[in-house]
């Protein structure tokens, strides 16, 4: 006998009830696409969209190869062990003279970073090039300028030939592309960068253990005194928030320099003599003690919020079953307050790593931090690719850093409270 089929349930208006389910589900999840839309959008423009345009000023190499289409297009059949033919110095003073003044201005500019005195060489050349009626060129460009004798500017070429190249990441390591597209060592005089990314990373990380340090004793004074004098605490460490960043750092510069208010005050108790006065201004040590003061509220705000939460009732119970105050602090206060320490450290570690206005004022040529030369770079010697190659490299290390931080401590290793 056949099994009659279950009776369709219909809503007041007749329409299938799982039918009117799913319209009110879509409607539910459009409304929620509408409310997160802003904020998704405010991320692509303000985040996602920059980090594209780095990454591809990074890799981006085009503008000589406009510059100088005809010179390349006979690139490939030199065999760079000679000077070039004549047909190639023809290119050239083609290329040059044919050249769009914006182009050239940039464009050399970019050829400078290979081999300087390219910029020099071609803007000069250019207002002579203009009496050359005819050729033979090499012998009249070489005439105009010896610099067109010198094998390597030509050499240096060939790390410009693609129009895309991972030449600006080797750079930020002291490394560059020959002209045969080998990986070789800069010349000793240009190897900046290796220096700069270990000092930053040992300055981030003395700065985040003297932060933890410092502000460990201070966060747990603020969750276990009275809810008055904690509160007055708290003011005190918020209060930076209010100052000025740069009216802080031009104080600590008024107090750090030889004959400032630290160095008065050694010298009046005895520690050090007049004439041996510390050097803590623009130097390695002036960068620490600066940065450590201006981001301490970073690393006491996160353990106070955690230490908060552990209750009293845990040390007691230590003690009473025969634990001293000592062991009971290590053994059962730190373990509860660790996830505010991790997230304490890996805040301060991330800001500290890509410090760059406290080095600059107060670190001189001893303190300065990777960041410093990507704002050089970016507003002196306009090399946008350089630093684009640097912040993406400085992006990606603190990215790689937190994953690895997240695998060892878990989700539950870090707690704002």
């Not at 692509?44 to 190499?61: E, H, N, Q, Y």
């Not at 300087?116 to 002579?128: F, I, T, Y």
């Not at 004793?217 to 005190?236: D, E, K």
């Amino acid at each position: 006998m056949a099994t009659a089929a279950p009776e369709q349930i219909l809503t007041a208006d007749g329409t299938p009830l799982k039918a009117s389910l799913q319209k009110s589900l879509m409607r539910s999840k459009m409304h929620a696409a509408g409310l997160v839309f802003p904020a998704f959008l405010f991320l692509v423009i303000m985040f996602i969209a920059p980090i594209g345009v780095l990454l591809t000023r990074s890799i981006d190499d085009k503008l000589v190869n406009q510059f100088l289409p005809n010179t390349f297009a006979l690139f490939e059949q030199w065999d760079q062990k000679e000077l070039p033919d004549e047909d190639m110095y023809e290119a050239m003073f083609l290329d040059i003279t044919g050249a769009d003044k914006t182009l050239l201005g940039r464009a050399t500019i970019r050829m400078n970073y290979e081999v300087s005195g390219w910029r020099s060489l071609v803007k000069k050349s250019n207002r002579e090039f203009k009496k050359i009626e005819s050729g033979p060129y090499k012998e009249a460009m070489i005439k105009v300028h010896k610099r067109w004798g010198e094998i390597k500017y030509w050499q240096s070429l060939g790390a410009m030939v693609d129009n895309y190249t991972m030449g600006y990441y080797l750079n930020a390591f002291d490394l560059r592309f020959d002209g045969d597209k080998n990986v070789i060592e800069q010349p000793e005089n240009r190897q900046v960068y290796n220096l700069l990314w270990w000092r930053t990373f040992v300055v981030s990380l003395l700065v985040t253990f003297f932060c933890v340090l410092l502000g460990y004793p201070v966060a747990y004074l603020l969750a276990t005194l009275p809810m008055r004098i904690s509160n007055l605490l708290m003011i005190c460490v918020l209060m930076p928030f209010w100052t000025s960043l740069l009216v802080r750092i031009v104080a600590w510069m008024i107090m750090l320099q030889q004959e400032g208010v630290v160095n008065n005050v050694l010298v009046s108790i005895g520690i050090v003599s007049d004439e041996n006065r510390l050097a803590m201004m623009y130097n390695f040590t002036g960068t620490i003690i600066v940065m450590t003061q201006i981001l301490l509220p970073f690393m006491i705000l996160p353990m106070y919020s955690v230490m908060k939460g552990i209750s009293p009732n845990y040390m007691k119970a230590a003690q009473n079953l025969g634990a001293a105050p000592s062991l009971a602090f290590i053994r059962v206060y730190i373990p509860q307050s660790l996830p505010g320490v991790g997230a304490g450290v890996i805040l301060v570690f991330i800001v500290a790593i890509g410090y760059y206005i406290t080095p600059e004022l107060v670190g001189g040529k001893d303190g300065r931090l990777i960041g410093n030369m990507v704002a050089y770079h970016m507003q002196n010697s306009l090399n946008w690719g350089l630093a684009s190659a640097m912040g993406l490299i400085l992006l990606t290390g603190i990215l790689v850093l937190y994953w690895l931080y997240d695998k060892l401590t878990g989700s539950a290793g870090m707690k704002m409270g």
